[in-house]
């Protein structure tokens, strides 16, 4: 297995930072897309992603269709979703549709030990 993906979809540029420290400590590289069109651009043209931490209220295209659009498309099927969200309500809504839902603030570690154990379970 090749080096492991990480999609960080989060408008706020400190959080999306910290989100991607996080994961590169548990052993990812990471690309961050701070609007909910440049997410898409990228798992659309990108190599897709083993896991995308995806906040829900985002600019010009809400965290909803983008999730929409990884779980509709094939090339992304394998593709882990970490809803990272203030809304809680929007979470309960969508947590089926995610493997995790954490609701903000998260905290470093948990984000960081969460998506390792994600990929490890992840089936071959």
């Not at 420290?21 to 043209?45: C, H, N, R, V, W």
């Not at 809304?87 to 998506?115: N, S, W, Y």
């Amino acid at each position: 297995m090749g080096k492991l993906r990480a999609l960080i979809v989060e408008d706020d540029r400190d959080l999306a930072q910290l989100f991607s420290m996080a994961l590169k400590e548990a052993g990812f590289e990471t690309e961050i897309a701070y609007t909910g069109d440049s997410a898409i651009e990228q798992l659309q043209t990108g190599e897709p992603p083993d896991v995308v931490v995806l906040d829900l209220y985002l600019p010009h295209v809400g965290g909803k269709e983008v999730l929409d659009r990884i779980r509709s498309d094939a090339r992304l099927e394998g593709t882990q979703v970490i809803i990272a969200t203030a809304g809680v309500r929007a979470a309960e809504l969508l947590h089926d549709q995610a493997e995790i839902v954490l609701v903000k603030p998260v905290d470093f570690t948990q984000l960081r030990d969460l998506a390792a154990r994600l990929v490890r379970q992840k089936p071959s």
